[in-house]
């Protein structure tokens, strides 16, 4: 999740353009969601011992599933991903729902819930 935080202020500082909101742009919550179950689909993956390029195959897979269970494609995510990246106070919002939720799932799992 590092490397995410990393790109996505590098992508903020380096970047300076408005960006339209798209027409199927995703709420945060929605954005939220997906990024939740994204990031919990790679950590599960890094736990694996197989291959990177295997690892990368298995991680495609489970995303497009991902898309399937929130009801998106990847063209909708990007368009929504990249106005986000261009609004730093709702990109802001969001991964701090993200990290809330992460927070939570890891105590819960610490504590045997």
Same mark, same amino acid.
């Given at each position: 999740?590092?490397?995410?935080?990393?790109?996505?202020?590098? =992508?903020?500082?380096?970047?300076?353009?408005?960006?339209?909101?798209?027409? #199927?742009?995703?709420?945060?919550?929605?954005?939220?969601?997906?990024?939740?179950? #994204?990031?919990? =689909?790679?950590?599960?993956?890094?736990?694996?011992?197989?291959?990177?390029?295997? *690892? =990368?195959?298995?991680?495609?897979?489970?995303?497009?599933?991902?898309?399937?269970?929130?009801?998106?494609?990847? =063209?909708?995510?990007?368009?929504?991903?990249?106005?986000?990246?261009? #609004?730093?106070?709702? *990109?802001?919002?969001?991964?701090?729902?993200?990290?809330?939720?992460?927070?939570?799932?890891?105590?819960?799992? #610490?504590?045997?819930?």
């Amino acid at each position: 999740m590092k490397k995410y935080f990393l790109a996505l202020l590098i =992508a903020m500082a380096c970047s300076s353009e408005k960006v339209e909101k798209p027409a #199927n742009l995703m709420t945060k919550e929605q954005m939220a969601a997906f990024l939740i179950d #994204n990031h919990l =689909a790679e950590g599960n993956l890094q736990t694996l011992k197989i291959e990177k390029d295997s *690892l =990368a195959v298995i991680f495609h897979e489970m995303e497009r599933d991902l898309y399937v269970d929130h009801g998106i494609d990847s =063209a909708q995510f990007i368009e929504s991903y990249h106005y986000y990246l261009h #609004n730093v106070e709702e *990109l802001g919002e969001i991964y701090d729902a993200v990290i809330d939720s992460l927070n939570l799932k890891e105590k819960m799992l #610490n504590s045997g819930q």
